[in-house]
């Protein structure tokens, strides 16, 4: 029996309907997941460099490829949000990114470089997956600026988080747009 429950949500999962909303949870459920390295705070630091990384989209593609496409696209447009939103902290402090036990140094202004190029592998590895099509392109732009807007003003409570991340998203699709 669960065998087949299974392969009928793999069924639904993988048509299109379900792969829109496996998109948009996907974002949803990314979007505070970097944030994951508070909970074990003495062996990651906050801003670990393994949970503020491309790091969390290449495992959900590596051991969750049942998920399809829709869900690793999600879940790096969430950690390309997360990690744009974090490039406007200071770096100093919980700012900085911290290499995990035993080391927990920091990058130190070394950090919003590193925020920056993981944001953007994020965001261009969201597109990257996508099926082929104009449409999966257009809705992946589309919830990624609604994950951006609605991420840097509630969350972030700033115009210009927002358009940042914003920014990131949209630079996702560029290299499409320059190579055709």
Same mark, same amino acid.
């Given at each position: 029996?669960?065998?087949?429950?299974?392969?009928?949500?793999?069924?639904?999962?993988?048509?299109?309907?379900?792969?829109?909303?496996?998109?948009?949870?996907?974002?949803?459920?990314?979007?505070?997941?970097?944030?994951?390295?508070?909970?074990?705070?003495?062996?990651?630091?906050?801003?670990?460099?393994?949970?503020?990384?491309?790091? *969390? +989209?290449?495992?959900?593609? $590596?051991?969750?490829?049942?998920? &399809?496409?829709? /869900? !690793? @696209?999600? %879940?790096?447009? =969430?950690?390309?949000?997360?990690?744009?939103?974090?490039?406007?902290?200071?770096?100093?402090?919980?700012?900085?990114?911290?290499?995990?036990?035993?080391?927990?140094?920091?990058?130190?202004?070394?950090?919003?470089?590193?925020?920056?190029?993981?944001?953007?592998?994020?965001?261009?590895?969201?597109?990257?997956? *996508? +099926?082929?099509?104009?449409? $999966?392109?257009?809705?992946?732009? &589309?919830?990624? /600026? !609604? @994950?951006? %807007?609605?991420? =840097?003003?509630?969350?972030?409570?700033?115009?210009?988080?927002?358009?940042?991340?914003?920014?990131?998203?949209?630079?996702?699709?560029?290299?499409?747009?320059?190579?055709?």
């Amino acid at each position: 029996m669960s065998g087949e429950v299974l392969d009928v949500v793999q069924r639904l999962v993988l048509s299109a309907p379900g792969e829109v909303v496996v998109l948009v949870l996907a974002v949803a459920v990314a979007l505070p997941a970097p944030d994951v390295d508070l909970w074990a705070i003495r062996l990651l630091h906050h801003r670990s460099i393994l949970t503020h990384s491309v790091l *969390l +989209p290449l495992l959900v593609s $590596w051991f969750l490829p049942e998920l &399809g496409p829709a /869900a !690793v @696209a999600g %879940v790096s447009l =969430g950690v390309a949000v997360h990690l744009a939103a974090d490039l406007l902290s200071p770096s100093h402090g919980f700012g900085r990114v911290y290499w995990p036990e035993p080391f927990q140094v920091s990058l130190g202004r070394w950090s919003a470089l590193w925020l920056m190029l993981n944001a953007l592998g994020a965001s261009w590895l969201a597109v990257a997956v *996508l +099926p082929a099509g104009e449409a $999966w392109r257009y809705l992946a732009a &589309g919830v990624g /600026a !609604v @994950a951006a %807007v609605g991420y =840097g003003l509630r969350k972030e409570r700033s115009v210009l988080s927002a358009l940042v991340a914003l920014g990131v998203v949209a630079a996702g699709h560029a290299p499409r747009w320059w190579l055709g």
